[in-house]
């Protein structure tokens, strides 16, 4: 059935009303939740995730959902479970495995990192984000070209993706290019990417010196 709505709250509206005939839908709920998101009614959008996956327990867009919100709090415990139900629920789904990634990355547990990326790079070769996680990972492993190379796949298909300029500015900086820092630094921030204050001052005493 299409949609009538043409704005937010009339999406949200109608939606109620669709739910309202049949409390069961999952994926009403999940686009009621979603809607809510948009809105930023984020308690009321964590309740009809859970109705989501309560009604629908296979679907794993719900349970991601509710591992961005949790990860909006601050639980990494929580987004971390969320996540790995969701790839239960599909385990040819790429974003979960990518948002495991990102959670371990966090936690400094790189090698897991590095395998869930890898697993997500696996079902979807073009997912920029964890391409770009991948690269942040490998280098903190100290891989510098393997750690360029995936942050370079990344720009190939999202050429202002912040994190892999950042990626990239990282390692210019290991090999003691910070000239080349500098200007990959000014790129990431045309794209809204902030990299690190820390990683700014030292690149200008590198170039002061």
């Not at 959008?45 to 919100?69: D, I, K, N, R, T």
């Not at 709090?73 to 789904?93: Q, S």
């Not at 371990?104 to 990192?113: F, N, P, V």
């Not at 903190?140 to 750690?147: V, Y």
Request: proline share 4%.
């Amino acid at each position: 059935m299409d949609y009538t709505a043409r704005t937010p709250d009339e999406f949200i509206d109608e939606l109620k009303k669709r739910l309202s005939q049949n409390p069961g839908c999952g994926v009403s709920h999940y686009n009621l939740g979603t809607a809510y998101v948009a809105k930023g009614r984020l308690i009321e959008a964590e309740a009809e995730f859970h109705q989501a996956v309560e009604c629908s327990p296979s679907l794993a867009e719900g349970y991601v959902q509710l591992g961005g919100l949790a990860m909006n709090k601050g639980d990494l415990d929580a987004c971390l479970e969320w996540n790995e139900k969701a790839c239960r629920a599909r385990p040819l789904f790429a974003v979960p495995y990518g948002n495991i990634g990102f959670v371990h990355l966090q936690r400094g547990e790189i090698d897991k990192a590095e395998k869930a990326l890898r697993r997500a790079i696996k079902i979807d070769e073009k997912y920029v984000q964890a391409l770009a996680t991948l690269g942040s990972a490998l280098f903190m492993q100290g891989k510098l070209e393997a750690a360029e190379n995936f942050s370079q796949k990344a720009l190939a298909i999202e050429p202002q993706f912040g994190p892999a300029i950042n990626n990239l500015a990282l390692v210019a900086m290991e090999r003691g290019d910070f000239a080349k820092a500098q200007e990959l630094v000014t790129q990431a921030r045309a794209t809204g990417y902030e990299p690190h204050p820390d990683m700014v001052r030292e690149i200008e005493a590198a170039l002061k010196a």
